[in-house]
Every structure is written in C-alpha cells, then in structure tokens.
C-alpha cells in the first residue's frame, strides 16, 4: 500500500510507544544531542539520516510491534509444496505480518517494546524475511526507503524541539482495528511539551 497514511500511521504509532517509554525517548535524544549538537534550527542531511542509527532501531521496533499493512496477499504462479502443503497455482495466499512479527523465536519477549531487537549483534544471522513491515521480495513496497527517511526527519526535527507524553491510558495502544491497515481504535494520542 502506497501514500502518506502508512507514513503518518507508522509515526503515530512511534510517537506514542515513545510516549510511553520515556527510557526510550531519553536514549533517541542523547543520539539527536550527539549528531546535531545544540542546532535545533539545522535542516537534517542525508549524513545525518545515515548517522541516526538508534533511532531507526525504534523505528523498526514500532514497525515489529504495529505493521501498518499487518496482512498481506500473494497469488502462485505455479503449484508450490511446502512441507506437507499444496498450494495450488492461482489460490491466494495471506500472510499474517503481525502475527509473524511476534513470534517469541525469532522476538524473545515479543509484546515487549525493545529497540534493541534491531542492534547490529541481535540482528546478526537473523534471516531478512523475520522483520516484513514492507512486505518481501518483488513486491516488497517501492517507497519504504522514502518511507523510513520520513519517519526519521520528522522524529529528528521534532524531538529536537519537544518531548513526547502519553495522552491516553497504555492501553489504549493495544486498541486495534485490523482492516487493510491497522490502526487504533480511538485515534493517536500524545503531548508534545515544548524543551526549554
């Protein structure tokens, strides 16, 4: 699925688990503090995107926990076997991302929001198709590197100029509404304060 509101639900859900995880939120600033210095005013670069590499493990961690497109579908071309399975050319196939995503062998503590899923050493030997917020393969969706530098400028600019707390219950988080996208039951809720 193309557009802006994958992109925008994707930073809604960040924003609010950043709200909620002020431990998180205080780490993403130290990074923010390291690669912009005092310049809140700075334009963020390229070299800067390529350098917020915390930041991208909490993007990546919001994506795990709330993939936006949670299903998706595939038609075979040809008849497939897998394991004791046929799939027969022409069935559609769909594949439950979200599921997928918390799966406590591939996600030790898998309803846990942790960044840390995404570092370099728990990362290392984990298969490319454990982590599909943007599908795979072929279809993999075109703009999810434009996607990712979206969700990363707007959390550099803006967390550079306020911090973010909840405005609703943790639980309202887990209030989903599963349809070709997921979102929230009741709407995203945060509160920006301005730093100073």
């Known amino acids: 699925m193309a557009g802006m509101e994958t992109t925008a639900t994707s930073l809604s859900f960040t924003m609010m688990l950043l709200g909620f995880h002020q431990d998180v939120q205080r780490k993403v600033q130290e990074e923010l503090d390291a690669v912009f210095g005092?310049?809140?005013?700075?334009?963020v670069s390229m070299e800067d995107l390529n350098n917020l590499e915390y930041i991208e493990q909490v993007i990546k961690e919001s994506l795990r926990l709330y993939p936006?497109?949670?299903?998706?579908?595939?038609?075979?071309?040809?008849?497939?076997?897998?394991?004791s399975h046929n799939i027969p050319k022409g069935c559609d196939v769909k594949f439950n991302i979200y599921s997928f995503h918390c799966n406590p062998k591939i996600y030790p503590n898998p309803d846990e929001?942790?960044?840390?899923?995404?570092?370099?050493?728990r990362s290392k030997g984990r298969h490319p198709y454990s982590f599909l917020p943007f599908s795979g393969g072929l279809r993999k969706c075109v703009g999810y590197k434009?996607?990712?530098?979206?969700?990363?400028?707007?959390?550099?600019?803006?967390?550079?100029?306020f911090t973010v707390h909840p405005a609703c219950d943790r639980k309202e988080i887990d209030r989903l509404v599963f349809s070709l996208t997921l979102k929230l039951?009741?709407?995203?809720?945060i509160k920006l304060v301005p730093k100073g």
Not at 113 to 121: A, G, K, L, Q
Not at 146 to 161: D, N, P
Request: charged letters at 25%; proline letters at 8%; aromatic letters at 12%.
């Open 185 to 189: 039951v009741d709407g995203y809720y």
């Open 113 to 121: 929001f942790d960044p840390e899923n995404f570092s370099p050493e």
């Open 68 to 83: 936006v497109v949670p299903i998706v579908q595939r038609t075979p071309t040809e008849d497939i076997k897998i394991t």
């Open 38 to 43: 005092d310049d809140v005013e700075r334009s």
């Open 146 to 161: 434009y996607a990712m530098f979206q969700i990363k400028v707007v959390l550099a600019t803006v967390l550079r100029h």
